[in-house]
Each structure stands twice: as C-alpha cells, then as structure tokens.
C-alpha cells in the first residue's frame, strides 16, 4: 500500500498551555522498502511508552495521560531533552467518548464526543509538537475476548465489530494531518497474538481479524497514515511467519515488544521476513534487583545504583549492539525503524496484587533478562512516578542520562 501525506484531576493541576506556536509544517510521508519517510528523509524511532500515572494509580487519578497538562508539557520537554522524537500513547476511548463499560452503541458514539477530554488532547497534541515529537496512536484491543464473527454480541453487534468501530472512530477524530500534524501513525493491539490473550482463536483467526480492522479502517476512514500491529515475542508463530503476516497484508509496519538478550534483538531482527519496517514498540528493563531485594530507601523508590546502572547497561548493549546497527535509516538493506522504550515513569499499580498506591515487587521471571531473571512490573520507568498533587520533581535514573548520550549523538541527530 502506497502512502503519501500532504499534509482530571484537579482543575488546578491542568496547567496553562505554554505560548501559541504555528504548528509544523505539512509534511510528505511514505513508507518505502523497509524504511519511513518523512519529507524524503528516513525517521529513527527514539520512542518511550507514555502513561503518566501518579503514585496513587489510576483508579484514583484520571487514566488518560492527557489529563493532567502540567505534568505532560515538564514530561515532553524533559524528552526532548533526552532526544525522544516519538511517544507511543494509547488513546482512552471510553473516556474520549463516554463509552464506559461499552454502554453506547459505537455506531452512534462519533457524536458523543467529550470535548474537554478532546480539548485536553489537542493541548498535549500541540506541545508534542512544538517539541517535535511524533505520536504512536495505539487503539488497545481487551484480550481474552472472543473476536470471531457472532461471538460476545451487543447492541447487535459482536465484538469483531464493536472494535472494528471504537478504533475507526479514534482514527477519524484525530486524522486530520493540518489538524494534528504530529500523529504519525495508528497502532492496533498489543500481543494479542500470545496465546493467553487470542483467547480461542487460532493464529490464523487473529490475524485474519487484525488485517480485516486494518483493511476497513484503511477504506472507510483513512488511508493517509500508516498502520501497525503491536505483537508479543513470540516469534516461532508470529513475526517470522510469513503465513501469518501475509494474512494482514495492508499492514505498513510490524511491532513487537521485546524483552529479550542482545543476540535475541538480533535474531529477532534477521529473521523478520517482510519487506516493510520493523519496530520495537517495546523495550526495557527494570531498576530493581529481585535477587537482592527492591530498593525502598527513599519515597519514590529510585532503585540502588547497581540496579540503575544494570538498567542503563541493558539499554546501551541493546541499542548500541542489536539496533544502531540495523537502523534502516543507515541502510535500505536494515529492516529496523528503531525503538520505543518502556517506559518513561514508573507505574506503582501494575503489580495487580498489592495496593494500587504502594510501590509493590511483584512480576513474572523472563530468563532472558539477566542477572535477576526478574520482571519487577512496577519498576520499568526511566523516572521515578510523581504523587498525584505534584506536576514537576521525577527523580530521573541512570538510563535516562545513557539514553540521552545515545540519542543525542550527531549521528543521530542529523536524521528525523
């Protein structure tokens, strides 16, 4: 598929929008072999995953990483500063829309629109902007949810199409390229090709259905962005199986989250078959030692230095080893836009088990990710996760600080 553009908490805490800028200029983008373009030049994605959720977590804070203006215009300039040119962020249509718990027929849900949610978005929108970040506009598909035709129906609609819908709904609010130049491209899903989360579909059956939502979003309601599918690492079934992805050929760039060990980056990498781009939608590591036990020596839960600087090595091996070298951007033969790290803060709610506004050890074991073999959940952010009545103060580990080095380099500043 060719592609050419043209192109709440307290009221207090919102924050004033910093001063009027004239938004970028409209910008041509295509999608050649297995790079991005923009204005004819290849983009490198130095990306983080967005969700500035407060200590407290989200049930007692609002979800939706627009809300809170304050907190996003310090977070995006400290981006900026680090050298992140793209924020992958996934839009909350129940909140955008008022939809929750799916009360309302999605047919009908383009009109009901909350625009103080929406006037929230195009403020954070424009300052991404004005700090030249692109947006990753993920549409999260609920897992263990049965998407084949006629199952789960509602409002005479099963929940193949109900989410058909919610994610072309997204689209069309936000397409506009003079309206919101920074919006680079629409995502769907994420791993919902694991196994645990397909549900009882097969392979085969998920990824007919995503190129089924890609092809009609395509259609009926842009064609101008390109499209991505999120996937987990799990690459013997998926990513490097032609079949698969062939299913859902309107697909412009595949993604993946990674976790891995440096020669799996790689693997990872060669074994990718298509001709499109490659991106890692998801990639990190956490400042926690779970063999030695979490560092709480202070209230936001920095980490020890050690286990900050096993963080920071982990970031340096992976870009520095597995990606730069296999950037598209350095050649037409790579197959990799580049990354999005996970994640920008610290998440206190993610464990599942312990209190949402405790800063928990739990997670899961990933024997690729040594010396602790540990996936601490709560502890991922390069920052540290603000108190819900504060705008400003992240403790900022030392991944931020080697990433930064990284992404700043002239090497790297000279592309998009």
Not at 326 to 337: E, F, P, V
Not at 380 to 396: I, M, P, Q, W
Request: glycine letters at 6%; charged letters at 20%; one cysteine or more.
């Amino acid at each position: 598929m060719y592609r050419f553009i043209v192109g709440m908490g307290v009221l207090t805490l919102l924050g004033a929008a910093p001063e009027a800028h004239a938004r970028r200029a409209p910008e041509t983008l295509t999608i050649s072999g297995k790079q991005l373009l923009i204005n004819g030049q290849p983009f490198i994605a130095k990306g983080v995953n967005y969700q500035p959720v407060p200590r407290t977590g989200p049930s007692n804070w609002p979800d939706d990483w627009t809300m809170n203006r304050a907190v996003v215009f310090n977070d995006l300039a400290k981006m900026k500063e680090m050298g992140v040119n793209l924020i992958r962020v996934y839009v909350q249509y129940d909140r955008l829309f008022q939809n929750w718990d799916e009360q309302n027929d999605p047919s009908s849900d383009p009109s009901r629109i909350d625009q103080t949610v929406l006037a929230n978005y195009r403020a954070v929108l424009d300052e991404a902007d004005r700090q030249g970040i692109y947006v990753l506009m993920n549409y999260f598909l609920p897992t263990y949810v049965d998407y084949r035709v006629g199952q789960q129906v509602k409002f005479n609609k099963d929940a193949r199409t109900r989410h058909k819908l919610r994610f072309r709904n997204i689209i069309n609010v936000f397409k506009n390229r003079t309206e919101f130049p920074m919006v680079l491209m629409w995502a769907l899903g994420n791993e919902n090709n694991f196994e645990w989360n397909r549900g009882q579909m097969t392979s085969e059956a998920m990824f007919d259905f995503l190129g089924e939502a890609i092809r009609e979003a395509d259609q009926q309601a842009d064609s101008a962005h390109p499209y991505t599918v999120v996937l987990g690492d799990n690459p013997q079934l998926d990513i490097h199986n032609t079949s698969l992805l062939n299913r859902a050929p309107l697909v412009d760039v595949w993604s993946i989250n990674m976790y891995n060990t440096e020669q799996g980056f790689r693997n990872i990498i060669q074994g990718y078959p298509l001709n499109k781009p490659l991106l890692f939608t998801e990639f990190g590591y956490d400042a926690c030692q779970h063999n030695k036990g979490c560092d709480f020596s202070n209230p936001e839960g920095r980490g020890t230095l050690e286990a900050q600087q096993q963080q920071a090595a982990f970031y340096q091996s992976r870009w520095e080893n597995a990606m730069l070298p296999n950037l598209s951007a350095r050649s037409t033969a790579n197959k990799l836009l580049g990354g999005v790290v996970f994640e920008w803060n610290d998440e206190w709610w993610k464990d599942g088990a312990g209190p949402r506004d405790v800063h928990d050890t739990g997670g899961f074991s990933n024997a690729n990710l040594v010396p602790d073999c540990f996936m601490n959940e709560e502890w991922f952010g390069l920052s540290t996760a603000l108190k819900d009545t504060e705008t400003s103060g992240r403790y900022y580990r030392s991944a931020f600080t080697q990433l930064k080095k990284m992404w700043t380099a002239p090497a790297l500043t000279s592309a998009k």
